[in-house]
């Protein structure tokens, strides 16, 4: 049981941490923190405002999943080349967002844990009220320099704690949920594999049985060190619970990440995780690659299943579960196996227009699929891939209109994300017309990128909006 001082303790720091989210939260200036792997983490209202995108399309995604042929404006830019050195930069920037001129005084910053950098902030404060010179400009630039401190300091504190076990500075789950969705999503979109490695400590047990736990703990931290120094920048090292760590490795099939495993396991068991540990520490792996459509617990599952057939076969070695997209010779670069689309329930939107054209899309994607699929001439599969690509710009089109009349905040990106799809499928449809691309490439960019994609995800984020009084009513015509 916790005495009286410590349970206060975590109530005062559990209020301090929340007065810094809702700080962060509020402000009206524009904050994000961006992983080194690209992904962000962290985003407030005014960010996702200033890109006019919703809020909830912000984290977890890459700049290039937020504004898709667009970009990120160069005034919302984290982790920029130019700054990679460590250092804390902040400068007075002019450029438009949205079309507007605005001024900002952006810092960007790396976020440091265990001494290491896992991800850079940036925080861009509006200073668009006419700034003279002289006094007016330095009173102005200093006040606004003094608030971003401000900010900075309650940031890397509060991504330090949200993302990152305390104990051993290693990600936690919620940073693991996000790269796996976003490295799920690589794998289904554009074939790269993935894989995962579940790592438990041998007879964990008995190192806090026999050497007490502060030393337990200490075997805990030199493990995840060890990891860390072992594997790529890219790799994700979490922690799982308790001894247990999961490693992700992008761009990573089956047998490579069989030989990391090995690799792993002798480095662990040879490395002095902790002072005072007399016998080598050692582990077992299970290892799985990611497997197109069967979702993370399925994943995860497999992986565990690896894990238990090394423990019963003696731990201190890996085992890897069979199933691998990328056979011997195959390299990186084997496409998503074509997949047949399926329209269920829980795809519509309440708007009977709305899924009588979605659905009619998935039927003439199908009809696209079956002609690849039997090997049709590629100029019958290049007419069909012609002809759904103008039933997808009509779509868009009497999509955009309904989006207008029931006044949805995010039309203007969401148009922008039609837009950016269309001018993909044209370029694509030209390279497969010329043979510089085989049509089954791009019905894969418009199953999946289009219908999967946005029919089945960006468009999910407008569909409440029909339900309120006036929508479920309102046309797409």
Do not use: C
Not at 23 to 51: C, E, H, T
Request: charged share 25%; glycine share 10%.
């Amino acid at each position: 049981m916790k005495r009286k001082d410590e349970s206060s303790g975590a109530n005062a720091r559990e209020m301090r941490e929340s007065l810094l989210q809702s700080l962060i939260d509020q402000s009206p200036a524009f904050i994000a923190v961006r992983a080194v792997d690209g992904i962000y983490l962290y985003a407030n209202k005014a960010f996702a405002a200033a890109l006019g995108v919703a809020l909830e399309h912000v984290v977890g995604h890459r700049d290039e999943d937020l504004l898709p042929g667009i970009g990120i404006p160069p005034l919302l830019r984290a982790g920029r080349d130019e700054d990679d050195d460590g250092e804390i930069h902040t400068v007075l920037e002019e450029g438009e967002l949205q079309g507007r001129p605005r001024r900002l005084l952006v810092t960007r910053f790396p976020i440091r844990a265990q001494g290491e950098t896992f991800a850079t902030g940036l925080i861009a404060s509006p200073l668009d009220r006419p700034l003279g010179g002289g006094d007016d400009l330095q009173t102005s630039l200093a006040q606004a320099e003094a608030a971003n401190a401000e900010l900075r300091r309650a940031l890397e504190h509060m991504e330090r704690l949200a993302y990152t076990d305390r104990l051993t500075g290693a990600w936690n789950r919620r940073h693991l949920d996000d790269a796996v969705l976003v490295e799920m999503a690589r794998t289904e979109r554009h074939g790269h594999p993935v894989s995962m490695l579940l790592i438990d400590i041998d007879h964990f047990k008995s190192i806090n049985d026999d050497y007490g736990h502060v030393v337990g703990d200490r075997v805990l931290v030199g493990l995840v060190r060890t990891l860390r120094a072992a594997v790529r920048r890219t790799d994700t090292v979490a922690r799982w619970g308790g001894e247990e760590f999961l490693v992700l490795a992008p761009d990573t099939p089956r047998a490579e990440a069989e030989e990391l495993a090995r690799k792993l396991g002798a480095r662990i068991a040879d490395a002095p995780l902790a002072e005072g540990v007399a016998k080598p520490v050692t582990v077992s792996i299970g290892v799985a690659e990611y497997q197109s459509g069967e979702g993370f617990e399925a994943w995860l599952a497999r992986a565990d299943g690896a894990l238990y057939r090394a423990k019963a076969a003696g731990r201190a070695r890996s085992v890897a579960d069979p199933a691998t997209a990328f056979g011997p010779g195959a390299g990186h670069a084997v496409p998503r196996s074509l997949v047949k689309l399926v329209w269920r329930a829980a795809y519509n939107s309440g708007n009977d227009e709305i899924d009588r054209q979605h659905r009619g899309l998935f039927e003439r994607t199908n009809r696209l699929f079956d002609a690849v699929l039997t090997g049709a001439p590629s100029g019958h599969v290049l007419g069909l891939a012609r002809a759904l690509v103008a039933d997808i710009a009509d779509h868009f089109a009497e999509e955009e209109r309904l989006l207008a009349s029931i006044g949805y905040p995010e039309r203007r990106a969401h148009a922008l994300e039609h837009l950016a799809l269309l001018e993909k499928a044209a370029k694509l449809s030209e390279q497969a017309a010329s043979g510089a691309l085989v049509p089954a490439e791009l019905f894969q960019f418009l199953a999946y990128e289009v219908i999967s994609l946005h029919l089945l995800g960006a468009d999910r984020h407008y569909f409440p909006y029909l339900e309120q009084p006036g929508g479920a009513a309102a046309g797409a015509g």
